[in-house]
């Protein structure tokens, strides 16, 4: 076999060094721009922290929010600021953007169950701030999913449901909900109200 000439061994150096020049640029300007991300996530967190003060403010906190999402919708910081935006837009009574925004929080937070859990209750808050009761009860149930009753915002989540089904005539099933709660639940916080619900429903 013939050997490989100094020029064919030269361009096949030169070509691996560009090769490796460029992944490495690569990678710097990744981390740059992430270093960007968090720098601008942190400082439109920092901002929607004072945002509830007045109207003006938290409009304000939303336009930053939504100007960094729309920058950097990938970065480590974009679930948090999705969440908060979807919080701040249900203050201000934009509902329909409230869910919008919880569910790019859904989407950004797969490695953060709590944060999950929270905007799939909060699409539920909002739907039933509608008066949207069917949806609202979707929400709950879809973020019951997979949880237990020591889990996080369980026993809220199933207030919640039961109040939306009372509130549609389900009583059965309203009573029912009540009740898981005071059997899964047996330390329950809400456990007067909930008995108190039950009494209310003509159920023991």
């Known amino acids: 076999m013939r050997r490989p000439s100094r020029r064919t061994l030269l361009l096949a150096g030169g070509a691996g060094l560009v090769l490796g020049l460029l992944v490495t640029g690569g990678w710097f300007w990744q981390a ?19 945002a509830q003060a007045t109207p003006e403010a938290r409009a ?5 929010l939504e100007s960094v999402l729309a ?5 480590a910081g974009a679930a948090q600021a999705a969440y908060t935006l979807g919080n701040l837009r249900y203050a201000a009574g934009a509902y329909a953007g409230a869910r919008g ?15 999950r859990t929270l ?8 739907w039933e701030a509608e008066r949207k ?3 609202a009860a979707e929400a709950y149930r879809a973020a019951l999913a997979g949880l237990q009753p020591k889990d996080f915002l369980y026993e809220q989540l199933l207030v919640s449901l039961g109040r939306v089904q009372e509130v549609t005539g389900q ?3 309203a009573v029912a909900t009540y009740r898981r709660v005071l059997a899964e639940v047996p330390q ?3 456990a007067d109200q909930v008995r108190a619900r039950l009494l209310a429903l003509g159920a023991s």
């Open 32 to 50: 740059a721009t992430e270093r960007q991300a968090q720098t601008a996530y942190a400082a439109a967190l920092v901002t929607a922290a004072a």
């Open 60 to 64: 304000a906190a939303i336009r930053e």
């Open 71 to 75: 920058r950097y919708p990938s970065g």
């Open 101 to 115: 925004a919880w569910e790019i929080a859904l989407a950004r937070a797969a490695g953060a169950p709590t944060l």
């Open 119 to 126: 905007a799939r209750a909060s699409i539920g808050y909002a």
């Open 133 to 135: 009761y069917g949806s």
């Open 171 to 173: 009583k059965a099933e």
């Open 188 to 190: 329950a916080r809400q």
